[in-house]
């Protein structure tokens, strides 16, 4: 009942602090659809991209910029936001880091204002054609994964130009996509975010998350957990338990970025081996799952099929991938092999060192 209470509060707190905005900022309220009507989206972002740069691999900080979208050489939208270097690996390892977008200045009144218009932005770890591929195999991951459920992060494809203001030289030029913030994505299932310091996978909702953990072993990705929240990010709900969503695909092997190398603690040499990382379950339950992504296989191909923007022999390769793992879970044998044979082995390892 707190619960509710407090959920209900909150949404109430919103709605009052929205409503006292100024009229400029009518638009920031749900960012990441207002970025949906542009197709395709051009955007410009304004900031000191050497401030940017040196703060790669650092504390997280904030800086101001501008925000524009562009239509031909035209500004059809400009709003002033804050930017900030994110990541651990690419911050270290890029030319030029990955970045988070607050589309807003100074501090706002309310936290759910806050985080609803806090969008991350992937670009390419190096400004070339390459990098170009990398980002659009990953965006098309996320697309993937919104054909198997809702309960998944949208993201939204962009060409992006940051540059320093004033300066002709020095920027970046990069194909890129917004992911959708995890507030938006809470209030469009009726959830909202939680941030336990630890959390079980036998907590949360056993359908979505066998659901997730069979996506992550489709498309190769160990580069998550569960205790930790690595690479996830938890909703809860009332009535219902809370489900874990998956972002950050980068390093999995359907993307296979040159920079991925699969997790330490498993016997994996590269990132295209798969290792599922699931609980153990019962024959039916897995049985059902199979059935699940089985059903979804003709969308998955298609759409893959159908990224124009992805060079042929990449996309053939994401395909021959995804094939592979539809004959796995078509073959008892062999789903006995690599996924019931791996169940809940690293649940066991993270319990061990609590």
Wanted: aromatic share 10%; net charge positive; hydrophobic share 35%.
């Amino acid at each position: 009942m707190k619960t509710l209470l407090f959920f209900a509060f909150s949404l109430s707190q919103l709605f009052l602090i929205s409503s006292r905005l100024p009229a400029q900022n009518d638009s920031l309220r749900n960012i990441f659809s207002r970025l949906q009507q542009f197709d395709p989206l051009d955007v410009v972002i304004e900031t000191d991209i050497k401030q940017l740069k040196s703060e790669a691999g650092a504390e997280k900080k904030w800086q101001s910029g501008v925000f524009k979208i562009m239509k031909d050489k035209t500004v059809v939208f400009e709003q002033k936001i804050q930017v900030s270097a994110r990541g651990n690996m690419r911050r270290k390892t890029c030319d030029f880091p990955p970045v988070k977008i607050r589309f807003y200045e100074g501090d706002l009144e309310n936290d759910s204002i806050e985080d609803i218009n806090a969008l991350k932005l992937v670009i390419g770890c190096r400004n070339s054609n390459v990098d170009d591929q990398l980002v659009l195999k990953e965006c098309l991951t996320y697309k993937l994964y919104n054909l198997f459920t809702e309960e998944s992060f949208r993201v939204k494809e962009a060409s992006v130009r940051i540059q320093t203001p004033g300066k002709k030289k020095g920027g970046l030029v990069s194909t890129a996509f917004f992911i959708e913030s995890e507030q938006e994505l809470a209030t469009r299932l009726g959830g909202r975010p939680v941030k336990p310091r630890i959390i079980s996978p036998k907590g949360l909702d056993s359908i979505a998350y066998d659901r997730m953990c069979l996506f992550q072993f489709m498309i190769g990705n160990t580069d998550w957990g569960a205790y930790t929240r690595h690479n996830m990010k938890v909703i809860g709900f009332k009535g219902r338990p809370a489900i874990a969503v998956p972002y950050d695909f980068d390093y999995s092997g359907l993307v296979a970025a040159d920079y991925a190398i699969p997790s330490k603690d498993l016997p994996l040499q590269n990132v295209q081996e798969r290792y599922y990382l699931g609980l153990c379950r019962t024959a039916a339950s897995y049985n059902q799952l199979c059935k699940e992504f089985l059903a979804k296989k003709p969308e998955v191909l298609d759409l893959c099929n159908k990224a124009a923007n992805i060079e042929k022999a990449n996309r053939r390769q994401m395909q021959d991938y995804l094939k592979e793992f539809f004959s796995i879970i078509e073959d008892p044998r062999k789903a006995q092999k690599l996924i019931l044979e791996n169940c809940d082995k690293r649940i066991r390892k993270d319990t061990k060192e609590e």
